[in-house]
């Protein structure tokens, strides 16, 4: 069955924002195709925008589009409106707000990428729901919408029928979700595969990496923040680190918290998990060798806590980003042929 997908640009339109999730569709809809499941392409991507014609992206590339006037809501299976620097301008088109206010009636789900959260939020659709939008947007979104529950955290958001996700490549995220509700697991994997990206980073995942919080940080802390990153395998209990930072307990765990956002336990697991992948990507070492290196101790508790945050094992996340080149459409797809569709 074919899935009309409506992408919503602009002008100064984040290029990735259209250009991730359009490739994620299309590489699921090459799949079924290659594996006989489909009879033509089962993603058919439309590029609309206000008026139609060319927008200009934010690297300066042009986009050939649709006018919204010309497709008609209802002739869509799923929406979505990409984010950038012009999503301000698109947020007060009525145009735009009417279209989407027609489409959350007639489409089996709508949804965002970054700041295009603004414009669903504009046109009424994110009230009363739990939505995501980049990290450095989460403030605005909130102060401009009170009405709606802005997630500062997750990378995506899925409420009643209604998908936001934030910056940029977790919009390819949200995609392979969609893919995966639509025909199941198996072709959410070859696809991400196929692309090279990990499969699949749940929505609850953090926007942030305790190693690029590091990087970021500029306050008195910032040399403890690298360290931990650096020795993962050290004593990382509060009372040490409060000991090496020179602070009461008490008052490192406010400061620690005004620094990164987050308790001291939660970030230094975050540390530690990013140790962890990088050596399971990197290495060949043995789990229970990876787990010491990392500071996890033992390959349970590596392992709990792939589940908890990445929802693989630590010998699937190697498997996925160690093979060599991705398995034949023919040989992989048919495990899709009993998932479920819409």
């Known amino acids: ?59 300066g590339i042009a ?28 947020a007060g088109d009525e145009r735009v707000l009417a279209w989407l206010g027609e ?24 009230k009363g729901r739990r939505a995501a939008t980049h990290w450095d947007y989460c403030g605005e979104l909130q102060a401009s919408y009170p009405a709606v529950d802005v997630d500062r955290e997750s990378i995506f958001v899925e409420d009643g029928g209604c998908w936001t996700s934030a910056g940029v490549t977790s919009g390819m995220d949200m995609a392979l979700a969609m893919v995966e509700e639509d025909h199941g697991r198996a072709l959410s ?19 942030f990496s305790a190693p ?49 956002g987050m308790p001291p336990a939660e970030w230094v697991e975050q540390a530690r998990l990013q140790v962890a992948r990088r050596l399971l990507e990197q290495t060949g070492q043995h789990i229970d060798q990876v787990a010491l290196r990392s500071g996890f101790g033992s390959a349970d508790r590596l392992r709990r806590v792939f589940a908890r945050r990445l929802a693989v094992s630590p010998a699937e996340y190697r498997e996925r980003f160690t093979r060599s080149r991705a398995p034949d459409a ?8 009993g998932a479920r569709g819409r």
Not at 40 to 53: K, W
Not at 103 to 126: E, H, K, N, P, Q
Not at 195 to 202: I, Q
Not at 220 to 240: G, S, T
């Open 212 to 260: 690029l919080l590091a990087q970021a940080s500029e306050g008195p802390l910032a040399p403890l923040l690298a360290w931990i990153v650096d020795n993962p395998a050290e004593d990382l209990r509060a009372e040490a680190l409060a000991e090496r930072a020179h602070m009461s307990l008490r008052n490192f765990y406010r400061a620690f918290e005004s620094a990164t």
């Open 63 to 90: 986009l050939q589009t649709q006018a919204l006037g010309s497709s008609e809501p209802s002739s869509f299976d799923t929406v979505l409106v990409a984010g950038g620097h012009g999503a301000e301008v698109a």
């Open 103 to 126: 489409a959350s009636f007639a489409a089996r789900r709508i949804g965002s990428i970054c700041t295009g959260a603004f414009v669903l939020a504009a046109a009424g659709l994110l």
């Open 1 to 59: 069955m074919s899935r009309k997908i409506a992408l919503i640009a602009f002008d100064r339109v984040n290029l990735l924002d259209v250009a991730g999730p359009a490739q994620v569709f299309r590489t699921a809809a090459e799949q079924l195709l290659a594996a006989g499941l489909s009879d033509g392409l089962s993603y058919e991507i439309e590029l609309l925008s206000a008026e139609g014609g060319s927008v200009e992206s934010s690297p």
């Open 330 to 337: 023919a040989r992989d797809i048919p495990l899709i042929a």
């Open 189 to 207: 994997l070859l696809v991400a595969r196929r692309l090279v990206v990990f499969l699949k980073r749940p929505g609850g995942q953090s926007q």
